[in-house]
């Protein structure tokens, strides 16, 4: 007899928010990074909003899908399970390796290209969080996490700047 296979969602969603919290992410973090992004824009937004932004892009199964493998790489190299030369490429977080900002911009993709120019943004200036998962001497791996929680608040900024403007137009009974 073949055995069907169906997955349920909602172990996906909680095994994502359950595994960026065991490896030392709170979402009250990323929604100070949208903050930081977005504040000079919408001088009115809260950090409710912030936060609330963050839970929406986090709900995605696409997000889901990249954070947990993100951090299944990211705890394997810390294992030393990787063959070689990932391993050593991981481990160093090689400049020119590339895939850990490639599986990041799947989650920027989902949002558009308001996204794309927040995640260049957090890349290059690494605030708050993201500049303690680049932390390269607390001894943990987060090669792949510091992308991804980089695009999780990009695309949280994204979608703040759609809501923003959906409601400007509603005002003005476009
Ligand atoms: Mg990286």
């Not at 069907?4 to 030392?24: C, F, H, I, N, P």
């Not at 979402?27 to 409710?48: D, F, K, T």
Request: aromatic content about 6%; charged content about 25%.
């Amino acid at each position: 007899m073949v055995r069907t296979y169906s997955l349920d969602s909602k172990k996906v969603a909680s095994a994502a928010l359950e595994w960026l919290s065991a490896r030392g992410v709170q979402l009250e973090e990323i929604a100070e990074l949208v903050m930081q992004g977005q504040s000079e824009y919408y001088p009115n937004l809260s950090v409710e909003q912030c936060l609330e932004a963050v839970k929406r892009v986090l709900s995605k199964r696409e997000v889901q899908n990249a954070l947990l493998l993100g951090i299944q790489i990211d705890i394997l190299t810390e294992q030393g399970k990787l063959m070689p030369p990932l391993q050593e490429m991981l481990v160093h977080d090689e400049k020119l390796f590339g895939c850990d900002e490639i599986l990041a911009l799947s989650i920027v993709n989902v949002y558009g290209s308001i996204g794309f120019t927040n995640f260049g943004f957090f890349d290059k200036t690494k605030p708050g969080v993201l500049d303690r998962l680049n932390n390269k001497e607390s001894g943990e791996i987060h090669t792949f996490l510091d992308d991804l929680v980089g695009a999780v608040a990009a695309s949280a900024c994204s979608y703040i700047a759609h809501r923003k403007q959906a409601e400007a137009e509603a005002t003005m009974g476009v």
